[in-house]
């Protein structure tokens, strides 16, 4: 089996995008990042901060609308096409749905060798980085640590707690061979 995409995912602020830049640096393939932070900035300013898009409340819980889901299942759609045809995927997402969120993205990479990361971060310690990042509602990161990993099946997990995103990638890497 040769890995066309690896899913990482985690809460915010718990490492992945680090993860995704260290892996690009030690896998011997060029791999795309496909980051669901792109997407969301990707978005017109009428769906952010909207109740039919993307929604980040005061104490940091997102909701998600209408609108979103339908671009956010176009870009899973892109993110397989681009695998299909060839290029090697790194996707960084935040399972708000848990193991829902991981059906919709086996829908859309069903028939491609997937590596599936969990990234762990302990509560606390995403909050502080949540805090040092400055770009992120306070709340987000502790409320999303436990809840995106709910009922989802992984290959893999890395824990950024105490463990720096170089060598989270090196454990990645070695399951890809």
């Known amino acids: ?31 795309l990042a496909a980051a669901i932070d792109s997407l969301i900035e990707a978005m017109p300013a009428s769906l952010q901060e909207s109740a039919s898009g993307f929604d980040v409340a ?7 609308g209408a609108e979103f ?11 397989a096409a681009m695998a299909r045809a060839g290029a090697r995927v790194i996707v960084d997402d935040v399972f708000l749905g848990g193991a829902e969120s991981q059906q919709r993205w086996r829908r859309a990479l069903g028939g491609l060798d997937v590596l599936w990361v969990g990234v762990r971060c302990a509560g606390e310690v995403a909050a502080g980085r ?33 463990t720096e995103s170089l060598e989270c990638a090196r454990a990645v890497a070695a399951r890809i061979g």
Request: hydrophobic share 45%; with cysteine.
């Open 130 to 162: 949540e805090i040092a990042r400055g770009d992120r509602a306070p709340g987000m990161a502790a409320s999303q640590a436990d809840a995106v990993h709910r009922g989802v099946v992984y290959d893999l997990e890395v824990d950024t707690t105490h």
């Open 1 to 31: 089996m040769t890995i066309q995409v690896i899913v990482l995912n985690g809460g915010s602020s718990s490492g992945k995008s680090g993860i995704v830049r260290c892996l690009q640096a030690v896998l011997p393939d060029p791999w």
């Open 58 to 64: 005061a104490d940091g819980v997102v909701s998600i």
């Open 69 to 79: 889901r339908t671009l956010e299942a176009a870009w899973r759609e892109g993110v």
